[in-house]
């Protein structure tokens, strides 16, 4: 019962960290309005183009509905990921060490800071569910209930990603350079901002995409991870149902193991 109250202790006090800060807040805010209405919007009619002569529909839903899900996303990652610079917070004033001399496992007191992070990063996916009715997304319970399912577990698992970062970078500047570096190239190379069409055959997206495009597409794991959203949301999937929500679990997994090994030798 001791353990758990510590475990508790750490989670109230990232979530606090969170709710303090004002500038996560506004920019949790502030990110999908952004994204779903001047991008949304702006690149809907270019959603369905005519190829000669005649209308093409890449995928029955408006780019609004395509990017709903990719937007929550969105927001997962840059909270799980911000969310991780507390490691380098307590490791500069000192506070990380008095924890780590405690009678508390290190694997206890990581999960208790991942779990805290995680739950903060789903809270800010869970705001872009308010704008499913402006995105023309007709959400049931169940529908929400599989989407929390799946955004705690990314949240885990993007955290934990953090984390791995924090535990290699000494200075504030650095880790929010880095992440950045990170963050944009996982995104916009996880078919969240254009569909690779699932009409298509591999051999014939190769010739319609480049090549390295495809392959990039194809080997990251947040790719799979926006797919199982956009299933469970819009109940679209551009490869199989069950791939998605079992990448996700593996990355919870994996990168909890690497963020434990790394911060046990911190």
Excluded: C
Excluded at 3 to 21: F, P, S
Excluded at 148 to 154: D, E, V, Y
Aim: positive net charge; charged residues 10%; aromatic residues 14%.
């Amino acid at each position: 019962m001791g353990q758990l109250g510590a475990l508790y202790a750490i989670w109230l006090r990232e979530v606090k960290r969170a709710l303090r800060d004002r500038g996560q807040l506004v920019g949790g805010l502030s990110r999908p309005i952004l994204w779903v209405i001047l991008l949304g919007i702006g690149l809907n009619p270019y959603f369905r183009g005519e190829v000669y002569g005649e209308t093409r529909f890449v995928i029955p839903y408006t780019y609004l509905q395509f990017i709903f899900p990719a937007v929550i996303v969105l927001n997962i990652l840059y909270t799980s990921v911000q969310s991780a610079v507390s490691v380098i917070w307590d490791r500069e004033f000192g506070f990380l060490r008095e924890i780590l001399v405690s009678p508390m496992p290190r694997a206890l007191i990581l999960f208790g800071k991942v779990l805290g992070g995680a739950t903060v990063a789903m809270v800010h996916g869970s705001l872009v569910l308010a704008l499913a009715r402006f995105a023309d997304v007709s959400l049931t319970w169940a529908d929400v209930l599989h989407g929390l399912g799946l955004m705690f577990l990314l949240s885990f698992a993007m955290t934990s990603f953090g984390v791995i970062i924090a535990n290699h970078i000494r200075s504030f500047e650095g880790f929010g350079v880095f992440s950045n570096a990170v963050i944009l190239p996982l995104y916009f190379t996880s078919s969240s901002v254009f569909p690779l069409d699932p009409a298509l055959t591999r051999a014939q997206a190769l010739v319609v995409y480049p090549e390295w495009l495809v392959a990039l597409v194809e080997i990251n794991p947040l790719t799979y991870a926006v797919d199982a959203l956009r299933g469970a949301f819009i109940h679209f999937h551009q490869f199989s149902p069950m791939l998605g929500p079992i990448i996700i679990a593996a990355m919870a997994v994996g990168f909890f193991i690497v963020a434990l090994f790394n911060f046990r030798r911190s």
